[in-house]
């Protein structure tokens, strides 16, 4: 199912499931930065490890883009 096909699923739950995902990621975004551990992903076909440094250095390039 792509990204706009579940927003319109009839299914109230399966509606939100993206935004819980989201939330989710970002979470363990989070909880990887504060306990200085990797965050595995899954990206391109790879699975990649990235240090909570490489965590803190793209939030700080975000908010750089931001302002």
């Given at each position: 199912?792509?990204?706009?096909?579940?927003?319109?699923?009839?299914?109230?739950?399966?509606?939100?499931?993206l935004?819980?995902?989201?939330?989710?990621?970002?979470?363990?975004?989070?909880?990887?930065?504060?306990?200085?551990?990797?965050?595995v992903?899954?990206?391109?076909?790879?699975?990649?490890?990235?240090?909570?440094?490489?965590?803190?250095?793209?939030?700080?390039?975000?908010?750089?883009?931001?302002?």
């Open positions: 199912m792509k990204t706009n096909d579940i927003t319109k699923a009839k299914n109230p739950a399966m509606r939100g499931a935004n819980a995902l989201i939330r989710a990621a970002a979470a363990a975004r989070k909880i990887a930065i504060q306990t200085d551990t990797h965050l992903i899954f990206k391109d076909g790879k699975i990649q490890r990235l240090s909570a440094d490489e965590l803190r250095l793209q939030d700080e390039t975000k908010d750089a883009m931001r302002s």
